[in-house]
C-alpha cells in the first residue's frame, strides 16, 4: 500500500541517500522513512494523533473547570449572575472569579496585542527559521488570517461583531431598549446593537446566547502560538512531517516533500532561546486564564460555542492548507 507514496516522500532524502551503499535498498523496504508513518487513511484537512491530543487539552479544561464550578461547595454557594457572567464580586470565591483581577484587566483582555507580541518576539529571535524572509513572511499572513478572524468575532463584522450579531439572532437585546425610558439615552439604534455600546449607556445585555469570548481568544491565541511554535522546537513527528498535505494532483503525502530544496532547516538545531520560551509562557498563562474562567464564568454552553469559534478559525490557518494548494501557496505551515 504504502510503495506507491514512497517516491513522492523519499523526494528530501534524495542526496543523503545517494551516499548510502546497496544495503540500503533493503533496510528501506522493512523500515519506512519517518514522513510516511501516518496511517494513510488520514484526511490532511484533520490533524495528526499529536496535534488532537494537544488540542483535546482544550475542552478538557473547560470540562474541568466546569465540573470544578458545578462540584466546589464554596463556588456553587454564591450566586451567580448570568447578566453579568459573574458570581456577585462581594463573594468572590477566589481571586480569580473576580473581574478587576490583574490578569484579566492586563492580559485576557489585551490578549490580541499579548499573542501578536509573542508571536512577534518568537519571529524575530528563532534562529531555525533561516535567513530568508520566506517563513516569517508566511507566518505573518498565518497571523493576519487569524488577527481578521479575532476582528471578526470580537471587534467588528460590517457593524456589530459576530459574538453580539448571534446575541441579537438568538433574541438578546440590550434591557434598557425594552424600557421605553431609556431609548433616548441611547442615541441611534445601531448603537445598541453591540454588547459594548449597551453596557455603556448602563444597559445589561440580556436574553441571547452569548458566545465567551474569553474562551474564544485564550484559544485561538494560545494555539496559534504553540502551533507556530512547536513544529520549530521538537523532533515530534506528529508536528513534522507526519502532517499531510494534498499535491495539486489529488496525491496525499508528508509535508517533508515541500520543504525548501528538499532540506529541513529546523533539523538538529532545537534551540529554546528567549523567543521560544516568552511566545510559550504567553501561551501556558492562557492556559491558566482558560481554566479560571472555565471555573468562575460564563455558562457551559456559552463555553463550549466559544470553543467552536476559536477551532473554526484554527481549522482555516492550519488545516485547511494541508487539504488546498491554492491556500497553501498564500499560507504555508509552519515549519516549512
Ligand atoms: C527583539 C524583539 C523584537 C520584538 C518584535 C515584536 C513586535 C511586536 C509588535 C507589537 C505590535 C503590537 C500590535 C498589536 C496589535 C493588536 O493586536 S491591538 C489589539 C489589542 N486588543 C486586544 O488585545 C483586545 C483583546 N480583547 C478582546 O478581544 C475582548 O476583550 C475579549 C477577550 C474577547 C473578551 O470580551 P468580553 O466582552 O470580556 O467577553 P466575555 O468573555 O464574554 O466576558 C464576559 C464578562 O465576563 C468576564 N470574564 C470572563 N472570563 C473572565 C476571567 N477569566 N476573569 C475575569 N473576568 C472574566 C469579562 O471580564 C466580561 O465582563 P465585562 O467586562 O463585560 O463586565
Not at 148 to 167: K, N, S, Y
Request: hydrophobic fraction near 45%; charge should be positive; glycine fraction near 12%.
Amino acid at each position: 500500500m504504502s510503495t506507491h507514496r514512497k517516491p513522492n516522500v523519499t523526494t528530501r532524502s534524495a542526496a543523503s541517500a545517494s551516499t548510502t551503499t546497496t544495503t540500503t535498498t533493503t533496510t528501506t523496504t522493512t523500515s519506512p522513512p519517518p514522513t510516511i508513518r501516518s496511517p494513510a487513511s488520514l484526511s490532511p484537512l484533520l490533524p495528526t494523533r499529536l496535534e488532537s491530543a494537544l488540542l483535546a487539552i482544550y475542552p478538557l479544561t473547560l470540562l474541568l473547570g466546569s465540573i470544578f464550578s458545578t462540584l466546589s461547595p464554596t463556588t456553587r454557594s454564591i450566586p451567580y449572575s448570568a447578566t453579568t457572567q459573574s458570581h456577585d464580586p462581594a463573594f468572590a470565591p477566589s481571586y480569580f472569579a473576580t473581574k478587576k483581577n490583574v490578569f484579566n484587566v492586563w492580559f485576557v483582555k489585551k490578549g490580541w496585542f499579548w499573542t501578536t507580541v509573542a508571536l512577534g518576539v518568537f519571529v524575530v529571535l528563532n534562529k531555525n527559521m533561516g535567513r530568508g524572509w520566506r517563513k516569517r513572511v508566511k507566518v505573518g499572513v498565518r497571523w493576519g488570517v487569524a488577527t481578521g478572524w479575532w476582528v471578526l468575532v470580537t471587534q467588528w463584522c460590517f457593524g456589530a461583531p459576530l459574538i453580539d450579531r448571534g446575541f441579537l439572532f438568538t433574541g438578546g437585546q440590550c434591557e434598557m431598549l425594552q424600557q421605553q425610558q431609556g431609548k433616548e439615552g441611547m442615541g441611534e439604534v445601531r448603537e445598541v446593537l453591540t454588547a459594548a455600546a449597551c453596557k455603556a449607556v448602563g444597559g445589561a445585555w440580556r436574553g441571547g446566547h452569548d458566545v465567551s469570548g474569553h474562551v474564544f481568544l485564550l484559544i485561538l491565541g494560545s494555539a496559534l502560538l504553540w502551533f507556530e511554535v512547536l513544529p520549530a522546537i521538537t523532533h515530534a513527528e506528529g508536528l513534522r512531517d507526519g502532517r499531510r498535505i494534498m499535491m495539486g494532483d489529488g496525491r496525499v503525502v508528508s509535508v517533508g516533500v515541500e520543504k525548501e530544496d528538499g532540506r529541513d532547516d529546523d533539523e538538529g538545531d532545537k534551540t529554546t532561546g528567549g523567543g521560544t520560551k516568552f511566545a510559550l509562557g504567553v501561551a501556558a498563562l492562557m492556559w491558566w486564564m482558560l481554566l479560571m474562567t472555565a471555573a468562575y464564568f460564563h455558562t457551559w454552553f456559552e463555553k463550549f460555542t466559544g470553543l467552536l469559534v476559536a477551532f473554526a478559525g484554527l481549522w482555516v490557518v492550519y488545516f485547511l492548507p494541508r487539504g488546498v494548494p491554492g491556500v497553501r501557496a498564500v499560507l504555508g505551515m509552519p515549519g516549512v
